[in-house]
Nanobody, 123 residues
Framework: QVRLVESGGGLVQPGGSLRLSCAASGFTSANYAIGWFRQAPGKEREGVLCFSSTLGTTYLADSVKGRFTISRDNAKNTVYLQMNSLKPEDTGVYYC????????????????WGQGTQVTVSS
């Protein structure tokens, strides 16, 4: 069974950085995509960044371009979301999710989700 576990969230001041981790287990396919999503209070869940094993990285939100990057450690089965120059509007619960094949900008096609990790950007 596929399992995703996020970690690394916390409270950070505007302009600061955080690195989120998504530890994955139970994968049986080499053709997969892992997306990072976030959800602020009272708002819909939105896509942030995604990595596909066949197509590479896709930005799902223009607002994070130049600030957020995604990377992976295959030996640890972990995908990272590096977040720099954080802004208050980046606040929310961050989730990683996985699906077969390519990246999707909406949450629907992702079959498996982690429990989420809270990121709060505030002075």
């Amino acid at each position: 069974q596929v399992r995703l576990v996020e970690s690394g969230g916390g409270l950070v001041q505007p302009g600061g950085s955080l690195r989120l981790s998504c530890a994955a287990s139970g994968f049986t396919s080499a053709n997969y995509a892992i997306g990072w999503f976030r959800q602020a209070p009272g708002k819909e869940r939105e896509g942030v960044l995604c990595f596909s094993s066949t197509l590479g990285t896709t930005y799902l939100a223009d607002s994070v371009k130049g600030r957020f990057t995604i990377s992976r450690d295959n030996a640890k089965n972990t995908v990272y979301l590096q977040m720099n120059s954080l802004k208050p509007e980046d606040t929310g619960v961050y989730y990683c999710a996985t699906t077969f094949g390519r990246c999707w900008a909406t949450p629907g096609p992702y079959a498996y989700w982690g429990q989420g990790t809270q990121v709060t950007v505030s002075s």
